[in-house]
């Protein structure tokens, strides 16, 4: 009898397995089936009026005291002028970073703001954070941007991840960090640094670039809670460059440059494109402009043209220039010199240019001038200096 | 802010790693399973109060190894139980079934999740019908062989997946985590060494 029972409860229980299996298992395929509806780019093509002054106006932002490493500064607009973030920590990578900004109302620059620290992301997510670096502001909607930025759990660059903070006053006070899973390896090892881009159906596509091992750009895409919902690697696999700058040329076209890796030869900036709205890339190649390998900034200018800002040098970042291409990458033009480094200073560099089209018709770039410097700086150019800066360029040729 | 159940989620790879290490260690020693218990809640203990540069020794643990799947979570517990009772799982058939497919699905993701190979795997997680199909095969070869322990892990797994229970959208985050792997490789070493010497014991006694 007994034996019977058992008998009886081990078939129940085979059944029982056998059923939630089943079940489970259609319900998996069923829901894996279509759960990343096709996405396309939401292209913005601004006007750029021809407007403005024909000089450059430029600012340091980071107070004259500043002693920390500053680096990978970016911007966004506000109803209320420009606001910029960059990461500062005693020495790269160091612990106890800190994500900081400062806001420009047209005239001058306010003193910096902590964003947040090592020790805030460790609180909000639950694990201890050494490093932080390159944020990147997009804005969500009227009054809401996030920011993305990359934190190392451990030693180096290599074990970043992505985090997400959300302000919905336009920058006057962040909510908790939230960790964006993208590797299956520890979610290891993934960094921002160029713009994010507006996706349908309320979705986000967040360049980025994997670091462990091999250097390869990436787009991340996430959906309306900022989680990702699918990771796309750029340019076919391989070890070619990073930190993408993607520029959507129509719903489903776009080109992006990619910072070049130190070996890799020529010294050239890197492009690739995609036909099908970021699924597949062409491999990355390198294109008539120089990179000292060091990032590329990238936007839409108008309807034909896009504005890069870039170091115009092989070998060091001693310049930050701006320069058209077409919307197929294949043709460019310089424009003109927004700065050069001090050749008397040693150490000195113009590094991390980042581009934003504040207003029509007016560009803000702010980049980076590492130790001995210790600056964040700023240049706002206007399109009437663009645009004549490339009719004197064309004269000289 | 983070909930205390991912809050506890996050340590209990690390919590778990500490106390397999440390009561494995005592079992070398022929400690009583009380005392092996003891010395690895004690080793916990010390992980936390251990300060490496700027965090504790256990912080250091939980920063690298992440939180568990379900089936790294169960295979965990299982090396707890050995390390504190001494009973082998190695010579299992289940266990065996369950460990090489950790092993496999690891070696199937990992290499390219790291950078190695110029496809990454990962992106199967997020969409479309291979994986979950791999998974239904899995399971149906689970139940043939009659694997229930494998079949509930995997099953959580998929639950907690459709539920979206984790932080993670990615299916591959709920059926494998790499200390899952690692382990599952250490344990196929330790099966692979066992056999090596076991056919080493006959013929050593026929000589002597």
């Known amino acids: ?397 | 802010m983070i909930s205390t159940v991912d809050y506890l989620l996050d340590r209990s790879s690390a919590g778990l790693l500490v106390f397999i290490a440390a009561a494995a260690l005592s079992h070398i020693v022929r400690l009583s399973p009380g005392k092996r218990i003891a010395i690895g809640l004690l080793a916990i203990v010390a992980a936390l109060l251990i300060s490496i540069s700027t965090r504790s020794a256990f912080d250091w643990i939980v920063s690298a190894i992440e939180r568990p799947s379900a089936p790294g979570l169960l295979l965990l517990v299982l090396f707890a139980i050995c390390a504190t009772t001494g009973r082998r799982f190695d010579d299992r058939r289940e266990f065996r079934f369950g460990t090489a497919m950790l092993v496999l699905t690891g070696a199937l993701l990992y290499p390219g999740a790291i950078g190695f190979l110029n496809y990454d795997t990962y992106i199967l997680g997020y969409s479309g019908c291979v994986l979950p199909l791999l998974l239904a095969l899995l399971l149906a070869y689970a139940l043939y062989r009659r694997c229930f322990f494998v079949v509930a892990t995997l099953n959580v797994a998929i639950l907690g997946f459709l539920l979206g229970a984790g932080r993670s959208l990615n299916l591959w985050d709920y059926v494998i985590d790499p200390l899952a792997w690692l382990l599952a490789i250490g344990a196929w070493i330790t099966i692979a060494i066992t056999a090596v010497v076991r056919k080493r014991k006959p013929s050593a006694s026929v000589a002597a």
């Open chain 1, 1 to 397: 009898m007994g034996l019977v029972d058992q008998h009886t409860t081990t078939t129940w229980a085979t059944w029982a397995a056998v059923g939630c299996s089943v079940v489970l298992s259609a319900l998996l395929i069923y829901k894996m089936a279509n759960r990343v509806e096709p996405w396309t780019f939401i292209v913005d093509v601004p006007q750029a009026p021809v407007r403005g002054d024909l000089e450059i106006r430029a600012e340091t932002i980071t107070p004259p005291d500043e002693k920390d490493f500053v680096h990978g500064p970016s911007l966004i607009q506000t109803p209320t002028g420009l606001l910029a973030f960059w990461y500062r920590a005693v020495y790269e990578g160091a612990a106890n970073a800190e994500i900081v900004s400062a806001r420009f109302d047209g005239n001058r620059w306010s003193p910096t703001a902590v964003v947040k620290n090592s020790n805030t992301v460790t609180r909000d997510i639950g694990l201890t954070v050494k490093s932080l670096a390159n944020p990147v502001a997009f804005r969500r909607s009227e009054n809401e941007i996030w920011l993305f930025f990359a934190a190392s759990r451990l030693s180096g660059w290599a074990t970043c991840e992505i985090i997400l903070v959300r302000s919905t006053d336009n920058g006057q006070t962040w909510g908790p960090a939230q960790r964006l899973y993208a590797a299956p390896f520890l979610n290891m090892s993934h960094l921002t640094k160029s713009l994010p881009l507006r996706l349908s159906g309320d979705r986000v596509a967040l360049p980025a670039y994997h670091e462990m091992n091999r250097k390869y750009p990436i787009m991340l895409v996430l959906d309306s809670n900022g989680r990702v919902i699918d990771k796309l690697r750029m340019g076919n696999g391989g070890t070619v460059g990073y930190q993408p700058a993607i520029v959507p040329t129509g719903p489903t076209t776009a080109i992006a440059f990619v910072r070049r890796l130190n070996s890799f030869r020529p010294q050239s900036i890197l492009i690739t494109r995609t036909t099908d709205a970021g699924r597949t890339w062409t491999p990355p190649t390198p294109i008539d402009l120089p990179n000292p390998g060091g990032p590329i900034a990238a936007i839409r200018y108008d309807d034909t043209r896009i504005l890069l800002a870039f170091n115009d040098d092989p070998e060091d970042e001693s310049n930050v220039k701006l320069a058209f291409s077409n919307l197929d990458g294949t043709s460019f033009r310089r424009i003109g010199t927004l700065v050069e480094k001090n050749a008397q200073l040693k150490g000195d560099a113009t590094a991390y240019p980042f581009l934003l089209e504040s207003e029509p018709g007016q560009f803000d770039v702010v980049f980076s001038r590492p130790p001995p410097q210790h600056i964040i700086d700023h240049v706002r150019v206007s399109s009437a200096w663009i645009e004549h800066n490339l009719e004197r360029s064309a004269e000289q040729k």
